[in-house]
């Protein structure tokens, strides 16, 4: 099967200076499988791309590789020109990249306004990072991402009592909270009500151009909404690139992913 590149993305207009992160011929094998083979990606700065694909394309693999989450074997990750490639995930993370996992991770026990104090401190005791008196520009930070993400109101709520939902909003607060210039997020409306993914699309667009967001999302509403530049994988491998319009009649990716029905059906 052909494997197309549309060749008007955005990704490929801009000069290669100009790329917040690069990923260049990236490699993993999992018991001699390729999960990700030869893998090339930009994304610039303020933009929102989405990864599709059908389940085991690699996208997951490839936000992991990213995030220093695991290693590669091959092939290389520039973020801001410098090579991050097999750093470990928390370099990665004081370097500028934040990432929102497919399963929230939250203190359950703390309220929300508590969980986001934690997530502007780097220092690994909770204790301290409950109770260190935060700067007054961090509390309005801490207010203006909570109204960002809808949880001004419960903001002295234990999270274990959020809704799904809710807690997903914490969570991208919560990265947020670091101020990255790339925002991974693995399925963020997996689980998600209409409303909610309506909810987290609004938030997303209230991202575009503070913060690079490379999202990895099965809903294709939701994707419809949100995305610049979308990236079909699939076999580990970068199938075809480019908008909506182009992904949808693009023969490669309607065989192997889509369907007649396109984006909306998928």
């Not at 990236?26 to 499988?33: A, W």
């Not at 929300?112 to 401190?121: D, G, K, L, S, T």
């Not at 409306?189 to 690079?212: C, D, F, P, W, Y």
């Not at 294709?220 to 580990?236: E, S």
Request: some cysteine; proline content about 3%; aromatic content about 4%.
């Amino acid at each position: 099967m052909a494997r197309t590149v549309i060749s008007q993305s955005l990704s490929t207009q801009q000069s290669p200076n100009s790329y917040l992160l690069e990923i260049q011929n990236l490699e993993v094998s999992f018991d001699g499988l390729k999960v990700v083979d030869e893998l090339n990606l930009c994304v610039n700065p303020g933009e929102v791309r989405v990864l599709i694909g059908a389940n085991g394309a690699g996208k997951t693999t490839t936000m992991d590789l990213i995030s220093g989450k695991i290693k590669a074997s091959k092939g290389k990750i520039l973020f801001k020109g410098l090579n991050i490639t097999n750093w470990e995930s928390d370099k990665i993370a004081r370097a500028g990249i934040g990432r929102k996992f497919q399963i929230p991770s939250v203190f359950k026990d703390l309220t929300v306004a508590e969980n986001m104090q934690v997530a502007f401190c780097f220092n690994p005791s909770l204790f301290l990072n409950v109770y260190r008196c935060l700067q007054r520009k961090e509390h309005e930070r801490i207010s203006e991402i909570l109204d960002l993400v809808g949880l001004t109101e419960l903001s002295q709520q234990p999270a274990r009592l959020l809704s799904h939902g809710q807690t997903q909003w914490l969570e991208i607060g919560m990265v947020l909270a670091q101020n990255p210039k790339l925002v991974l997020l693995d399925e963020p409306t997996a689980g998600m009500t209409v409303q909610e993914t309506r909810k987290t699309a609004e938030i997303v667009n209230s991202l575009r151009g503070q913060h690079a967001i490379l999202v990895v999302e099965h809903d294709m509403t939701f994707v419809r909404d949100i995305c610049h530049i979308i990236t079909v994988m699939h076999q580990g491998k970068k199938l075809a690139e480019g908008t909506i319009s182009e992904i949808e009649n693009n023969p490669d990716v309607l065989a192997a992913y889509l369907g007649n029905g396109g984006i909306s059906h998928a």
